[in-house]
């Protein structure tokens, strides 16, 4: 993919495949008027456009309707895009959408790119490449968190941190180059553990965000929570539960899950990724059931959460033993593990003080998944920041504020006293800056954009 040329003017459809009620077609660039002239009447409309302003206008083909639509125009820079614009509100018909992209291209226009309508609005300045990856995020976003995640970086939550942790450093490089341009030694020496203190906090500061990374990651592609449990214990029922359907096979006999099933479903605004996984059997010589165990290990270490389901309705034994050596052999420190006593709705084989501190359920009675429910939307409460703190969800911001932090570490670690070394500490800090405009598009390279805009829809 090469970077799009935006002297031309695209046209492409904004909303979904598909047929429904309304579609929108858009196009945008310095011919956007004149080429929805040749075929929108009347054409007076285009002759001096009001920011903003819709018309209703007929759509032709060779002289006969094609449709009527309300049609917005956007002179630039006043558009999404900053370029003049125009949207053609039409029946979502997938026969008159074509047949308006078809025109479009007839009277000049060339077919947009994936991305390329933010692309142009991140040139022309009207989003930082920062809020414009979060474009994609919020278009993408499944669950209340994700989408509150994509919208602040689209309002410039991020963005704003950014630019506040890149102005302190400009601060401080300022400070040691005026002393090494200062030839005539007029400028006062450097306070140098003030200086090591600001860059101490402005390091901890970067590193603090970068943290974020992790709860963002949860927030954007949903919380991981591994089902594991001795065979038969009731995992697959339990996915079915919280499902609300017959997700996974259920049967009597132990050993019926042999592969692992994701279900993603959100709860409590947040997205949750629930894998059942195989029962543990190391005994065992069956090929399949052996990918089937390796694949549970693999789930285990993935886990943002585990829920280890147990059977109330009998002693714990083996089975139970060589779950609890795999989620601690497996699962990574600090990762939630919820205890679920499954079968309560029978006589329980244990006593109450073993069962304490779990979740008793039944999924023959649905007894206990609302309480379960319940405290699965609290567990993210751990993974998040303080309200209104700006959370990191891209992987390349996070690679980005490593390297920043990186730099200022080094930096830190330079010899104190006269021999201090200004001319080493000042690239230090111009590696920090770089990394962070990086971030925000002043100084990215292209095929950073290339790769960020490929992964839009084509028609935002």
């Given amino acids: 993919m090469l970077i799009p040329d935006t002297t031309q003017t695209v046209v492409a459809p904004a909303s979904a495949p598909g047929s429904g009620a309304i579609a929108v077609v858009r196009l945008s660039g310095p011919a956007a008027f004149a080429v929805a002239k040749e075929f929108l009447e009347p054409r007076k409309a285009f002759d001096a456009p009001r920011p903003r302003s819709a018309h209703l206008l007929a759509a032709r083909e060779n002289g006969r309707l094609l449709d009527r639509t309300i049609t917005l125009l956007y002179p630039a820079p006043g558009s999404y ?3 003049d614009m125009v949207e053609i509100f039409c029946h979502g018909s997938p026969y008159i959408i074509s047949s308006l ?5 007839k009277h000049g226009a060339v077919e947009a790119r994936p991305g390329e309508f933010t692309f142009r609005a991140f040139m022309n300045g009207k989003l930082d490449l920062a809020q414009a990856e979060a474009v994609n995020d919020l278009i993408l976003s499944e669950s209340a968190a994700a989408h509150r995640a994509a919208l602040t970086q689209v309002e410039g939550g991020v963005s704003a941190r950014i630019r506040e ?3 302190a450093l400009v601060t401080l490089l300022s400070e040691l180059e005026v002393r090494l341009d200062d030839s005539y030694e007029e400028t006062a020496p450097l306070d140098l553990p003030a200086f090591r203190k600001r860059t101490g906090r402005l390091a901890r500061e970067i590193k603090d965000l970068a943290d974020s990374f992790e709860a963002g990651r949860c927030l954007k592609h949903g919380i991981r929570a591994a089902i594991a449990g001795a065979p038969n214990s009731g995992k697959s029922s339990l996915l079915n539960s919280l499902a609300g359907y017959g997700r996974a096979i259920v049967a009597p006999s132990a050993g019926t899950t042999r592969d692992t099933i994701e279900e993603k479903l959100a709860i409590a605004g947040f997205s949750f990724i629930f894998t059942d996984t195989a029962g543990i059997n190391p005994r065992t010589s069956d090929a399949v059931e052996k990918e089937g165990i390796s694949r549970t290990l693999k789930a285990l270490k993935a886990a943002d959460i585990v829920l280890w389901v147990q059977d109330a309705a009998r002693r714990p034994g083996a089975a139970d033993r060589r779950v609890r050596e795999a989620i601690a052999a497996n699962a990574q420190p600090g990762t939630a593990v919820i205890k679920i006593f499954n079968k ?4 329980p084989g244990r006593p109450p003080s073993e069962t304490a501190g779990g979740i008793k359920l039944s999924c ?5 998944v609302g309480a379960l429910k319940e405290l699965l939307g609290k567990e993210p409460g751990r ?3 303080a309200e209104g703190s700006a959370i990191i969800t891209s992987a390349r ?3 980005a504020l ?3 932090g990186k730099e200022l570490d080094k930096l830190q670690a330079l010899k104190s006293g006269k021999a201090f070394p200004l001319e080493l500490a000042a690239e230090h800090l111009k590696g920090a800056l770089g990394e962070l405009a990086v971030i925000l598009g002043e100084t990215a390279p292209e095929e950073i954009l290339e790769n960020i805009f490929r992964n839009f829809c084509v028609g935002k």
């Fill in 81 to 83: 895009t900053g370029e």
């Fill in 402 to 404: 490593l390297n920043a």
């Fill in 165 to 167: 942790m890149k102005g």
């Fill in 344 to 347: 309560s709705d029978l006589p």
């Fill in 397 to 399: 911001h996070f690679q």
């Fill in 101 to 105: 992209v078809n025109l479009a291209i």
């Fill in 364 to 368: 023959r009675t649905g007894e206990g």
């Fill in 383 to 385: 993974l998040l920041p």
